[in-house]
């Protein structure tokens, strides 16, 4: 089992720029895939970004492609999610998850992650 504990949220201006980091505790980071997620008052919890356990393969939803950037550091047991152009629409709580590993090409599957952190809340300003 893995424990994800989320940080780096906060209050910016639309087209600034925050980075969230999830600290993993537990089993060994390198055996799980990890995601971040959002969901926005009265929305669905949705995939955001996903990386796989050695970082070699990415995922990106539609609306933050360009604009949002995975990356694992497995030394540091820790998961980033820079977030660059940020607009109102992605005002969230965002949460870390993690999955075990996989090799089939199921990055984006927001069901198959089991384990959850907090979430941490971002808010974009207009």
């Known amino acids: 089992q893995v424990q994800l504990v989320e940080s780096g949220g906060g209050l910016v201006q639309a087209g600034g720029s925050l980075r969230l980091s999830c600290a993993a505790s537990g089993r060994t980071f390198s055996s799980y895939d990890m995601g971040w997620f959002r969901q926005a008052p009265g929305k669905e919890r949705d995939i955001v970004a996903a990386i796989n356990w050695s970082g070699g393969s990415t995922y990106y939803a539609d609306s933050v492609k360009g604009r949002f950037t995975i990356s694992r550091d497995n030394a540091k047991n820790t998961v980033y999610l820079q977030m660059n152009s940020l607009k109102p629409e992605d005002t969230a709580v965002y949460y870390c998850?993690?999955?075990?590993?996989?090799?089939?090409?199921?990055?984006?599957?927001?069901?198959?992650?089991?384990?959850w952190g907090q979430g941490t809340q971002v808010t974009v300003s207009s």
């Open positions: 998850a993690a999955r075990p590993r996989s090799p089939f090409p199921t990055l984006g599957r927001g069901s198959l992650y089991n384990y």
